[in-house]
């Protein structure tokens, strides 16, 4: 049994008082109900035995309960009760408060001592992990906290409150906390101490906002920091586990409120806006037409629009039966049809500045959401933006030279209100851009990206547009040449031949006397190739105003000094009667036109990668992917499972930058849509990219390179395997991570699971993995591929893989944004014109001034500050990150288990170790893709970093 040690660890003065503590909670409820709490004076009662007084005391502050023949020591400390078979224990309840407070909310601050100090603001009722015979649930006792004021912590802004009980001897080892809050208003909670039980204290991390009881009467539980497998769930905390599942799946009705602390699931069908202009309105994606991962559900209302189209669609249908002529009518009434253009499942929308709902625990802190709001993003959207618009609406032009761009980081854009602006307007804005620029200026000022400070002449030359795609921001989509020619494998009725239009005889030009075949063999070819995922998307995105693109195919060849370059490039229009393979191919060559169209050519392939980068690789594949996985383990695993305790740490903030995401970045009409090539079909293009290419497995980083022919099995290798490239950034830094996260995982899995059959024997554990697959990723539920999960082996392949993707694979291919993107030539996110032909009117234009038609086909000056400015807040990174290997220290108390708590700084060791390697391969003149004059080297899976934007450090969230 669990004893309790007869001494009060905290003291303070207790002074006898006529005031006499009555607190009084409800049991449990029973019919899978929470636990509810409620005030009958100040009476205190422990469920299932005797009555028991306690005394609460707060800080300095004491209030005594009158308790029989009740003995303080010489420091006023309880020491024990007039029984024998009671103990005196004290729970030290921590409290973050707000940084930045304003007035009213000090006052309100005041208000709340009060009420704590009169035992009505916070209750507590300590649950057992045994069993009481009566109820046959966890024994507990209830009381309240009671103080006149908190006691001060060390740290600015957290607070302590403490409350004493008196618990029977038998009481046995306090394993959960319920934690009523009577304030009209949420409060932090950090965490929850427990003092005066042998062992030593017992820690309740909670890092949690417990919501007021007039939003929701049930009360919080908090369990201790153990970590259980359901079937090793003490007795007295099986009902208290699924309860709390319960309370966190929510029943799927209803619109969630900002308190609420439910997850579940929703297809993506509020991106479009047609409530507010039926050019807005954007197909639902989730569905066997537009497969797509599921976000966390908000339940507001369907839009306007779509409640109109379920409307007129009865009306319609009700008609036909009665004449077919009052269907035509119909159908020729414009105002009828305003809603068809909208799913009736579309969900409407919450626009900026109210925020879009996640559970509460996954909104930004307040150091977060500081860096974001007013250093980044929020500011940017709100303010830097509409007035970089108000600069240049009236004149939105191109950059007309080079030394255009060069002043974005020199001198900056200077911001000026449009005339017809109202006063108040830009008295409102100057004063907003005074908080995010410097004081007495006006300018939005950038700084010099990565690619261009060292060398800014680089993003010139072939050997730099090839190691981009080794160690740049998007370093995942080269692959091996595997069979020559190349084929498309898109329906050859719609769009014409397979076969590329690079030929052998072209290729073998450039392969300093080696045939196809043998450059093949020795792998030698590589290829970039963007044809069939954009080839049925080109013609509506060219339909589009100021957006010209093709289907691309970038052959590369790795010569025998090591190095990489392109050597073909293929640019592919839909075909057409008089063109049935209307494809093109170029070349560097070496007279001035072929260079010039050769920039051209390279600058569209860039175009094409920086879509694919932004909208598969990062959204789809590591944000949008990663959100079922976390709406499930906390839909499914519990709090005290190890699993949960595990993957904790790997979802923070993700929920809620994904719903900022959702609310401006990849809505219908955000800067994604406005910012790079497929425009208002960019989410179509990230679900034709699901529906085609994702695979759960292949998210494996060893498997990934295997399956692009990067790297081949070889089992006398770390990770098994062994790059074709060896001096590939990406990949080789990406496996000494990919190797750290994968022998941490298998060693914390193998302490939790050593037992034959404890994987499929887990309830939790079973039920995770199967909503992941038949809710999360619906769409791709009956895929064969998914791993199964049988065995501790197959456990820690698939937690390995989600870690990474969170962690490592994010870090890779986000924040080199703004460094190789934040100079429009070397990576636009766009192009405006297609390649001027020798029958083009154009092309004389072209030859008399190549540098104007380059410049005036990227992005015009208005696009490239709005692209610019958001790569800037997604490259950066908030002071309060927290990085792969480090635990904050509120979160020091994650886990009681020394064992584990040894594993993870060996873990932590480990990474500082990859940190050596990587920064010792960055000096090595041998690794000319990451050193070398005016070479930046690849430190984006350096683990750590400090704050900003620094193009290194892994987080161990997706946290922007």
Known sequence: MFIAQPTSLLKSDISASPVRLRAEVAGARKNGKLRTTSISGFRSRVTGTRPVKAVISSGDKAVEAATPAETKDLNGSLVSSSSSNEIDVRAVITIRKKMKEKINEKIEDQWESFINGIGQGILIQLISEEIDPVTQSGKSVESSVRGWLPKPSNHLHIVEYAANFTVPFD????????????????????????????GGPIFFPANSWIHSRKDNPESRIIFKNNAYLPSQTPA???D???????????????ERKPYDRIYDYAPYNDLGNPDKDSDLARPVLGGEERPYPRRCRTGRPPTKCGISFLLYYRVILCLVSVCLLVVLHYNHLPIAFTGIRTDPCSESRIEKPHPVYVPRDETFEEIKQDTFSAGRMKALLHNLIPSIAATLSSSDISFKCFSDIDKLYNDGVLLKDEEHNDEAENMFLSKMMKQVLSVGEKLLKYEIPAIIKRDRFAWLRDNEFARQALAGVNPVNIEILKEFPILSKLDHAVYGPPESAITKELIEQELNGMSVEEAIEKKRLFILDYHDILLPFIKKMNSLPGRKAYA????????QTGFLRPIAIELSLPPTPSLPQNKRVYTHGHDATTHWIWKLAKAHVCSNDAGIHQLVNHWLRTHASMEPYIIATHRQLSSMHPIYKLLHPHMRYTLEINAL????????????????????YAMELSSAAYKSMWRFDMEALPADLIRRGMAVEDPSMPCGVRLVIEDYPYAADGLLIWSAIKEWVESYVEHFYSEPNTVTSDVELQAWWSEIKNKGHFD??????????????????????????????????????????????????????????????????????????????LPTQLQATKVMAVQDTLSTHSPDEEY???????????INDHEILDLFNRFSAKLEEIEEIINGRNKNIHLRNRSGAGVPPYELLLPSSGPGVTGRGVPNSISI
């Not at 401006?664 to 790079?676: D, K, T, V």
């Not at 937690?799 to 291919?813: C, E, K, R, V």
């Not at 234009?845 to 005036?856: C, D, E, V």
Request: proline share 6%; hydrophobic share 35%; aromatic share 12%.
């Open 884 to 894: 792969l290997g480090q635990v904050h220290q509120i979160h020091s108390h994650w």
């Open 236 to 238: 007295g905390l099986k």
């Open 171 to 198: 009481f046995g080892c306090p394993g959960a906390v319920l934690i009523t809050n009577l304030h009209g208003k949420e409060f932090y909670l950090m965490e929850i101490v427990i003092h005066g039980f042998d």
């Open 661 to 680: 995401a959702r609310q401006s970045l990849i809505n219908g009409g955000g800067i994604i849509e406005a910012s790079f090539s497929p425009g208002k």
């Open 552 to 559: 691309s195919r970038t052959v590369l060849f790795y010569n």
């Open 780 to 857: 791709k539920r009956n895929e064969p591929w998914w791993p199964t999960l049988n065995t501790k082996e197959d456990l820690s392949g698939i937690l390995t893989i989600m870690i990474w993707i969170a962690s490592g694979q994010h870090a890779a291919i986000n924040f080199g944004q703004y460094p190789f993107g934040g100079y429009v030539p070397n990576r636009p996110t766009l192009m405006r014109k297609l390649i001027p032909q020798e029958n083009n009117p154009d092309f004389e234009k072209f030859l008399l001034n190549p540098q104007n038609t380059f410049l005036s086909s």
């Open 240 to 254: 208290l586990r699924r309860e709390d599942l319960l309370s966190i799946r929510g029943n799927g009705k209803g």
